[in-house]
Structure formats: structure tokens, C-alpha cells
Nanobody, 123 residues
Framework: VQLQASGGGSVQSGDSVRLLCAVS????????LAWFRQAPGQDREFIAS??????YYGDSVKGRFTISRDNAKNTFDLQMNVLRPEDTAVYYC???????????????????WGQGTLVTVSS
């Protein structure tokens, strides 16, 4: 199973960016899909996940970021709006075929990870 993240780049504060994660080798129809991020010198942070038809968000991005999935294309994405300098980080997509609802925010619940894509937001 491979995850390929794309869509990162350098933007200005207030801009929008869409990240895409393409999954190959296994269907994403079951399990949970997620995005995490890691800023320099900080721990990896939960951003968003989707399991079935339910989405979950970290407090720092709630209302600004939206996660969605396309089962037909075996992809999922993260639409990020009203970006702030503190959103600067490497963003990682993750897939957990057997994630249970109580652990959707936990890194350890996800077995497959993408390589990360850098998003830099300048003020």
C-alpha cells in the first residue's frame, strides 16, 4: 500500500490550499483516512480524519479545513482555507484500514503513511 501526498507549496496568509492523497494497493472504502502535520521542533499534530461518513477535526483547524474522500478514485483531500502562518508544517496523509472510532485522532491507529508535503504560509 502506498500513499502519495501532493499539493503543498508556499502561500500568503489568508490563502487556500488543497492537499491530495492518492492511495494505491488497497481500497479506502473501509477504515479511516487522516491528515496530520508536524511543524519544526513540534510533535506531530492531528488535523482531520474521516471514517465512514463522519469527519473529525483538530481544534486549531475546525471551521477552516475540510477533509473529503473519493472512493471511486481511491483518493482523499484536505481543503485548507484562511491559512495562517502557524499552519506552516509538513502535512502527512495516513490510512488505517482497521481504525476504530475512539482512536481516529491517534497517530498509532494509522498503519499506512504518505511521505509528507510542505505547506509554508507567510504573513
Amino acid at each position: 500500500v502506498q500513499l502519495q501526498a501532493s499539493g503543498g507549496g508556499s502561500v500568503q496568509s489568508g490563502d487556500s490550499v488543497r492537499l491530495l492523497c492518492a492511495v494505491s494497493g488497497r481500497t479506502i472504502r473501509t477504515g479511516a483516512l487522516a491528515w496530520f502535520r508536524q511543524a519544526p521542533g513540534q510533535d506531530r499534530e492531528f488535523i482531520a480524519s474521516v471514517k465512514g461518513g463522519t469527519t473529525y477535526y483538530g481544534d486549531s483547524v475546525k471551521g477552516r479545513f475540510t477533509i473529503s474522500r473519493d472512493n471511486a478514485k481511491n483518493t482523499f483531500d484536505l481543503q485548507m482555507n484562511v491559512l495562517r502562518p502557524e499552519d506552516t508544517a509538513v502535512y502527512y496523509c495516513a490510512f488505517g484500514p482497521t481504525v476504530i472510532t475512539s482512536t481516529v485522532r491517534s497517530q498509532s491507529a494509522y498503519y499506512y503513511w504518505g511521505q509528507g508535503t510542505l505547506v509554508t504560509v507567510s504573513s
